[in-house]
């Protein structure tokens, strides 16, 4: 009896493995992709919930927004990049320059001044760069 259950998930392995193809077309992997602009409030309260919205790049046919990547680097201070999805296997990948915009909501939670930087891609040396923006926190 054991040996019989052994053999078939053996075979139960091989055949579920087997399907797989390393030549998918669906292969892909993300990318960051580069901020044109931001709408951020003038301040902030407490405890409200805001709709940030970005404009980003979207530089080929095959980059489809995945969403964003946001790093709290300290108490008020958040690193915001849009994440893409690209599927390199596609050869009919045209390049493009085209913005879209899309939003995400935040939650402000301290009374400091938040700092975001968002990132607008990379200068010659390889270096990410960024749009930094200040967004005071009122109490009224």
């Keep these: 009896m054991k040996r019989a259950l052994c053999l078939f998930l053996i075979v139960l392995t091989t055949i579920t493995f087997s399907s797989c193809d390393e ?76 913005e879209f915009n899309v939003s995400f909501n935040f939650l402000v939670l301290y009374t400091d001044t938040y700092v975001f930087r968002f990132w607008t891609g990379e200068n010659e040396n390889g270096e990410s760069e960024y749009l930094e923006i200040e967004v005071p926190v009122t109490t009224e």
């Design 23 to 98: 030549d998918d077309a669906s292969d892909f992997f993300y990318v960051s992709l580069a901020v044109a602009s931001v709408e951020l409030p003038p301040s902030f309260k407490v405890n409200e919930t805001y709709q940030i919205n970005v404009t980003y790049q979207r530089p080929n046919e095959c980059t489809y927004f995945e969403g964003f990547d946001v790093a709290k680097l300290d108490t008020t201070a958040r690193d915001v990049v849009v994440v893409g999805s690209t599927f390199p296997n596609d050869g009919s990948c045209a390049e493009i320059s085209e």
